[in-house]
């Protein structure tokens, strides 16, 4: 997330509100996280909770009541939010911000389309900031490294995937011509939505083929898709392995707040002074 400064002088409501929502390194700066947390967590549970059958029946007026309350809650917070930073837009426009708006936004749409406060279960993005309280940015190097690997990766994978699209066409269109609308592959879409369950060794079992022939094609299906399962797996741990060592070799990450610096060579970081070790 972008580092945001307060909009407010020093002393301010502005620059004290800043102070508890964004400073997760005072006092009551990680109490307004860990009860944020709590209430996330509090909302999801009734959302879930709504869901059921039998706790709608027995306490849906109580769930909906602790929805609107929480929603009321994390309402006032983007609010307040938007008002101690010094670019509101710019961070409306974060991650952050947009799964802050994402989060509120669910109650109110569902006045209008029905069961759409079910969306609310999006706000268990925002326990992201649980790597904040409990001090685990140092995390956020590896996370760095993972995301250089799948962007390394992308198109190895790109000419996987359309192999296997090409494999999955191919292969409906045959079982339609093998097998026909008497055994439910009424349409090649419907032959192609079998070789994807088939491939993927999901096996619904909805349509399955009845000839020998068909049998037969549909084993090779079966054996071809326990090996490309592991394609892709293979793909993304040798761009891994070769992003954790350009990273050794580039770059030092530091232990304590995750800064990422492109000096191997040097003995602190240049956020907090952390020594790397």
Request: proline content about 4%; hydrophobic content about 50%; aromatic content about 10%.
């Amino acid at each position: 997330m972008a580092n945001f400064d307060s909009a407010g002088p020093e002393g301010s409501a502005r620059a004290r509100t800043y102070e508890v929502i964004f400073g997760h390194d005072t006092p009551a700066g990680k109490a307004f996280d860990v009860l944020l947390i709590l209430a996330i967590v509090g909302s999801i549970a009734t959302v879930m909770l709504e869901s059921v059958q039998g706790w709608q029946d027995d306490h849906a007026r109580l769930l909906r009541s602790l929805e609107w309350v929480f929603t009321a809650l994390f309402t006032v917070e983007y609010g307040l939010r938007l008002w101690c930073v010094d670019r509101p837009r710019a961070y409306a426009l974060s991650f952050f911000g947009v799964i802050d708006l994402a989060a509120v936004s669910p109650t109110y749409l569902a006045l209008l389309v029905p069961g759409g406060q079910v969306l609310a279960v999006v706000r268990i993005l925002r326990v992201m900031r649980v790597f904040r309280v409990l001090k685990l940015a140092r995390y956020t190097g590896e996370a760095s490294v993972l995301a250089a690997a799948l962007r390394a990766a992308r198109y190895k994978i790109s000419v996987f995937l359309l192999a296997v699209l090409s494999t999955v066409v191919i292969v409906g269109a045959v079982m339609y011509m093998i097998e026909g609308p008497a055994t439910g592959f009424t349409s090649i879409p419907r032959g192609v939505y079998w070789a994807v369950v088939t491939l993927t060794t999901v096996g619904y079992g909805d349509i399955t083929p009845s000839s020998p022939f068909g049998q037969a094609v549909a084993s090779l299906v079966m054996i071809l898709g326990y090996g490309i399962i592991a394609v892709p797996t293979g793909i993304v741990t040798a761009e891994l392995t070769a992003a954790r060592m350009r990273a050794g070799d580039e770059t030092s990450v530091c232990k304590q707040c995750g800064h990422i610096s492109s000096d191997s060579a040097a003995a602190f970081c240049s956020r907090c002074a952390a020594p790397f070790q």
